[in-house]
């Protein structure tokens, strides 16, 4: 089993940035991709980026270039830059694992941060 857990959600104003981080713990060291998705009010969810221990990524491509995925396979955490962030990016971020590859589905979750941008 793998347990997950989010932190750095929050409140930011439009055009500012945030900082998610994600941990990893458990007994199934055959994790290889780990990343987030995200829920916005009535919407699906849906991928914001993964990232695989070598480094590979797969990101959604109307955020890659705002977002940054990054990872510390020593501490098994990952991490989501978040920059010139928009209302639309208002959602619970989820962090996400799996044994598979960086398109992958998820196999593990974590209970999700809320992420608002508002003014």
């Known amino acids: 089993q793998v347990q997950l857990v989010e932190s750095g959600g929050g409140l930011v104003q439009p055009g500012g940035s945030l900082r998610l981080s994600c941990a990893a713990s458990?007994?199934?060291?055959?994790?290889?991709?780990m990343g987030w998705y995200r829920q916005a009010p009535g919407k699906q969810r849906e991928l914001v980026a993964l990232i695989s221990r070598d480094g590979s990524t797969n990101y959604a491509a109307s955020l890659k270039g705002r977002f940054t995925i990054s990872r510390d396979n020593a501490k098994n955490t990952v991490y989501l830059q978040m920059n010139s962030l928009k209302p639309d990016d208002t959602a619970v971020y989820y962090c996400?694992?799996?044994?598979?590859?960086?398109?992958?589905?998820?196999?593990?979750w974590g209970q999700g941060t809320q992420v608002t941008v508002s003014s």
């Open positions: 458990g007994t199934d060291f055959s994790i290889n991709a």
């Open positions: 996400a694992a799996t044994r598979g590859y960086v398109t992958s589905r998820a196999e593990y």
